[in-house]
C-alpha cells in the first residue's frame, strides 16, 4: 500500500514518526529497566511493629512531630495491601498524616494462607481488629483510639464501631462500599449473581490474581491496553518509569481472600444488603449502625467506579452520630491515595477534623 | 580506577535505535517520495512489523530474564500494548487510506478483510491476560467448537442424530457471526444435556465404580464448561464486530464532515474509547453479570471434579489430600481460637485481680 495515496488530510508521515519515535522510546525505557536495582521509595516512612497476631502486623508510625494525644489505627481492605498509602515520600499519605501531627498505626493483614481459609469475619473484627484496638489502648493508655477505615476496612471498621462503640472515639471511613444494593456499580452486579459457596468450597482461598482478573475487567481496554501504550510513550523518563512500576507491583500485589470471610462478605453484603438492613451477625451479635454515635467524616471519591459514591454516601444515614458529615474529593478510586490531590487536599481535611475532635 | 564493565547490551541498544531512525528515513521523507514516483511496492512497513515482532521479542525476553521485580513483566505488558498499537495503525492506514479515496467496492472489500482480522487484533489485545491454559479459548470459539465436534463425531457417532440440524447451524455460525454461534452454543449445550449427557450422569456400578462416576463427571463439567465459555467468548467477539461496524459507520460520517482523526494517536484515542464503551454497556447488564457468574462457576466446578479424580489417581501415593488438609486446618483453627478466648480471660482474670 501506497503510503502516499492515503487521505490528504491525515497526517500519514507524523503518525508513522510516532510508532517508530514510539518503538525507540520502548529500546531507551527496556535500558532503563535493565538498570534499576530494589525500589528504595516504596514504604519507607519509618514504623516498628508494636503487636503481632498469626499473619497480622500491627505498625506504629515514628514521627518527630507533635502528636496527637488520641492515636489513629488505619484499618485496611483485605483485597489490597496496605503499603498504597506510602507508595513514595512525595504521594505518602501516612506520611501526610504524621506531618500534620496524627498518631498512626496501621494494621498489615499479610498473605493469607491454605491455613486461613476457616477465618471469618468475625475474627477480623472481634477477634483482630478489636485485639489492636485493645493493645493500642493498654499502652497508650487511653479509653478510646480514633478508627480510620480504607474501602472493605472502612465497612470493617463500621461494624467494629457499631459492636464496641466504647472504644472508639471518631470514626472516619474513605472509599467504603456501605449500601451494596446499587444498581451502577459493575462489582456490585457481577457479586450479586456469583455462586460463592462454590468457589470457596473449591479453592479455600481465593487467589488475589482472581480478583484482580475482575477488576481489570471492569475497564479492559483502559487498564489492559492504553495503560501500557501511555507508559510505553514515556517510557523513557525515569521517573515516570520507577512510578509506574512501582504502582504496577501494588496493582498485581493481592493477596489471596481467606474463604469463610469471602463466603459471608459476598452473601451477606454484596448479596443479601444485610448492614443497612439491620440483618447482619458477625460473632452471634446483630449489627445496629444505630450504636454508632460518634463523631463520623464518610469520604467518598466522585469518580469512583468500584465504589461509588451511592454505596459509601448512605452511612450518614444509618447512624445516630449527631456530628456527622460527608465529603467528596473529584479523584478516583486509588486516586484518593496516590493522585496529587491526597496529600494536598486530602490529607490536611481528614487531619485537621481529627484533631480538632482529639 | 575500575574498568567500566563491558556491556553488552550497549551495543544492542545503539544498534536497534539506529535501526529505527534507519526505518523513520525509509517510510518518509525524501525516500519516501523517490519511492512513491517509481511506484515500488511499500511493504517495506509489513517487512519492518516483521523486524519489530523479533525485536520486540528479544527485548521481552532479555527484560524477562534480566528485569528486576515488575520490570520484565510490565515489558512484556507494554510490548502487548505496542503490538495492539501498532497492528491498529496498519487497521487506521487501510481505513483513512480506502474510505478517502477509493470506490464503494474498494471500501467494502477492505471492511470484509478487517472483520477478521480486526478481532484478531481485539482478542490479542487481552489474551496475553489470561491464564496460558485458557488463552486458546478466547482467541476464535468458531475454531474451538469444530475441536469439540470433531471428538463427539469420532467417539459418540450414536448421539448424534441431530447431525444434519447441527452441521447446518455450525455452517451458518461460521459466516453469518456470532448471534448464529450463539444459537449453535445453545442447541449443542441443549442436546448435550438430553442425550450424551445423560448417559455420561448416570450411575455406574461395579468395582471401578467410583472412579468411572468421578471420571465421568469431571467430562462432563468439561463439556459445560466449554459450552459456557464458548457462549461467553462469542457475546463478548459480538460486541467487538458490532463496534467495529460502528466505527466503520462513523468514520464514514466524520470523513464527509471532514472531522475525522487527524493523526493515527487521534484515532486510538477514538478507538479504544468507543470500544470501553461498548464492553461497559454490556457489563452493566443483568444477563452478562448472569452469564459471568455461569462461566466462573463451570470453571469452579470443572476445577474441582478435575482435582478429585487426580486425588483418587494419586491415592497409593504418600500424599495428603485436601480432605486430609482441610481437617488438619480446621483443627489448627479452632485451637487458636481457643486459644485467644483463654488469653483474653486470663488478662481480664488478671486485671481484676490488680484492681482488688
Redesign the interface.
Known amino acids: 500500500?501506497?503510503?502516499?495515496?492515503?487521505?490528504?488530510?491525515?497526517?500519514?508521515?507524523?503518525?508513522?514518526?510516532?510508532?517508530?519515535e514510539?518503538?525507540?522510546k520502548?529500546?531507551?525505557?527496556?535500558?532503563l529497566?535493565?538498570e534499576?536495582?530494589?525500589?528504595d521509595k516504596v514504604n519507607i516512612t519509618p514504623k516498628e511493629v508494636v503487636f503481632k497476631e498469626?499473619k497480622l502486623k500491627l505498625y506504629r508510625y515514628v514521627s518527630n512531630e507533635d502528636q496527637c494525644v488520641t492515636p489513629t489505627l488505619v484499618v485496611y481492605a483485605l483485597v489490597n495491601r496496605q503499603y498504597m498509602m506510602d507508595i513514595q515520600p512525595d504521594k505518602s499519605v501516612i506520611a501526610g498524616f504524621l506531618e500534620k501531627g496524627l498518631d498512626i498505626y496501621m494494621i498489615d493483614w499479610g498473605y493469607p494462607t491454605?491455613?486461613d481459609?476457616?477465618?471469618t469475619m468475625d475474627?477480623y473484627i472481634n477477634?483482630y481488629i478489636d485485639?489492636c484496638v485493645d493493645h493500642i489502648r493498654s499502652t497508650r493508655k487511653v479509653d478510646k483510639i480514633n478508627l480510620l477505615g480504607v474501602c472493605q476496612g472502612g465497612t470493617f471498621s463500621v461494624i467494629y464501631t457499631a459492636l464496641h462503640p466504647e472504644k472508639v472515639k471518631n470514626l472516619v471511613t474513605m472509599v467504603s462500599p456501605i449500601d451494596f444494593g446499587i444498581e451502577?456499580g459493575?462489582l456490585f452486579?457481577?457479586g450479586?449473581?456469583?455462586?460463592i459457596d462454590?468457589?470457596v468450597?473449591?479453592?479455600?482461598i481465593i487467589p488475589g490474581s482472581m480478583m484482580n482478573?475482575a477488576y481489570?475487567?471492569?475497564?479492559?481496554?483502559?487498564l489492559?491496553?492504553?495503560?501500557?501504550?501511555s507508559?510505553?510513550q514515556n517510557?523513557d523518563d525515569p521517573v515516570a518509569l520507577s512510578n509506574?512500576?512501582r504502582m504496577?507491583?501494588w496493582i498485581?500485589d493481592s493477596p489471596g481472600q481467606a474463604g469463610e470471610t469471602i463466603r459471608q462478605f459476598i452473601k451477606d453484603l454484596y448479596q443479601g444488603n444485610k448492614l443497612i438492613k439491620g440483618e447482619l451477625e458477625i460473632g452471634g451479635q446483630l449489627v445496629d449502625l444505630k450504636r454508632i454515635d460518634v463523631p463520623l467524616l464518610n469520604v467518598y471519591a466522585e469518580y469512583d467506579h468500584l465504589v461509588p459514591p451511592e454505596s459509601s454516601i448512605p452511612l450518614n444515614d444509618y447512624v445516630s452520630s449527631t456530628d456527622k458529615e460527608t465529603m467528596a474529593f473529584p479523584v478516583g478510586h486509588i486516586g484518593m491515595y496516590v493522585s496529587s490531590r491526597s496529600k494536598k487536599e486530602i490529607v490536611p481535611v481528614i487531619s485537621d477534623w481529627l484533631l480538632s475532635r482529639s | 580506577m575500575t574498568e567500566k564493565a563491558n556491556n553488552p547490551?550497549?551495543s544492542i541498544?545503539a544498534a536497534?535505535?539506529n535501526l529505527?531512525?534507519t526505518?523513520?528515513k525509509t517510510?518518509?521523507?525524501e525516500e519516501?517520495?523517490e519511492a512513491?514516483e517509481t511506484g515500488k511496492d511499500?511493504a517495506k512497513?509489513d517487512f519492518y512489523k516483521t523486524w519489530?515482532d523479533m525485536n520486540?521479542k528479544l527485548?521481552a525476553d532479555?527484560?524477562r530474564k534480566?528485569?528486576?521485580?515488575?520490570?520484565?513483566?510490565?515489558?512484556e505488558?507494554?510490548?502487548?500494548?505496542?503490538d495492539?498499537?501498532?497492528n491498529l495503525?496498519k487497521f487506521?492506514?487501510?481505513l483513512?487510506?480506502k474510505?478517502?479515496?477509493e470506490s464503494a467496492e474498494a471500501v467494502a472489500s477492505m471492511t470484509k478483510k478487517w472483520q477478521k482480522e480486526y478481532m484478531e487484533v481485539l482478542s490479542n489485545?487481552?489474551s496475553a491476560?489470561i491464564p496460558q491454559p485458557y488463552q486458546v479459548f478466547f482467541k476464535d470459539p468458531t475454531d474451538v467448537m469444530k475441536n469439540y465436534m470433531d471428538l463427539t463425531s469420532k467417539f459418540y457417532q450414536p448421539w448424534n442424530m441431530s447431525s444434519d440440524q447441527f452441521s447446518g447451524m455450525f455452517d451458518q455460525s461460521l459466516f453469518t457471526g456470532s448471534d448464529a454461534y450463539l444459537n449453535f452454543a445453545k442447541f449443542w449445550k441443549e442436546n448435550y444435556d438430553q442425550t450424551l449427557g445423560k448417559f455420561i450422569q448416570s450411575p455406574a456400578s461395579g468395582i471401578g465404580k467410583e472412579y468411572y462416576e468421578l471420571q465421568m463427571q469431571s467430562f462432563d463439567s468439561f463439556m459445560k464448561y466449554m459450552t459456557t465459555l464458548g457462549e461467553f467468548t462469542a457475546l463478548m467477539q459480538k460486541v467487538g464486530k458490532e463496534t467495529y461496524i460502528d466505527l466503520m459507520n462513523d468514520y464514514q460520517s466524520m470523513?464527509q464532515s471532514?472531522v475525522?482523526?487527524?493523526?493515527?494517536?487521534e484515532f486510538?484515542e477514538y478507538w479504544?474509547?468507543k470500544?470501553?464503551s461498548a464492553?461497559?454497556k454490556l457489563?452493566?447488564t443483568?444477563d452478562f453479570?448472569?452469564l459471568?457468574?455461569q462461566v466462573?462457576?463451570a470453571g469452579?466446578?470443572y476445577?474441582?471434579k478435575m482435582?478429585e479424580l487426580i486425588e483418587q489417581q494419586m491415592e497409593f501415593m504418600p500424599i495428603p489430600k485436601k480432605a486430609d488438609?482441610?481437617s488438619l486446618?480446621?483443627s489448627?483453627?479452632e485451637m487458636?481460637?481457643e486459644l485467644?478466648s483463654l488469653r483474653k480471660e486470663m488478662k481480664d482474670i488478671l486485671e481484676k485481680k490488680k484492681q482488688e
Open positions: 500500500m501506497n503510503l502516499m495515496r492515503m487521505n490528504p488530510m491525515v497526517d500519514v508521515e507524523g503518525s508513522m514518526n510516532e510508532v517508530l514510539l518503538q525507540k520502548m529500546i531507551r525505557g527496556a535500558s529497566m535493565m534499576m536495582g530494589d525500589d498469626d491454605q491455613d481459609k476457616y477465618l475474627d477477634g485485639d451502577n459493575l452486579n457481577w450479586r449473581h456469583l455462586n462454590n468457589m468450597d473449591t479453592m479455600g482478573n481489570m475487567m471492569m475497564k479492559p481496554f483502559q489492559m491496553l492504553d495503560k501500557y501504550v507508559m510505553a517510557m509506574f512500576l504496577e507491583k498485581f | 547490551f550497549e541498544w536497534q535505535k529505527f531512525d526505518w523513520q517510510v518518509s521523507g519516501a517520495k512513491d511499500y512497513v519489530m520486540t527485548l532479555t527484560a534480566f528485569g528486576v521485580g515488575m520490570a520484565g513483566e510490565s515489558f505488558r507494554m510490548s502487548a500494548g505496542a495492539t498499537y501498532y495503525f487506521w492506514q487501510d483513512s487510506g474510505t478517502a479515496s489485545s487481552f491476560y470523513l471532514d475525522q482523526p487527524k493523526t493515527f494517536k486510538y479504544w474509547k470500544n470501553e464492553y461497559g457489563f452493566i443483568e453479570a448472569r459471568l457468574a466462573v462457576d469452579t466446578t476445577k474441582r482435582g488438609m482441610d486446618y480446621r489448627v483453627y487458636k481460637k485467644r
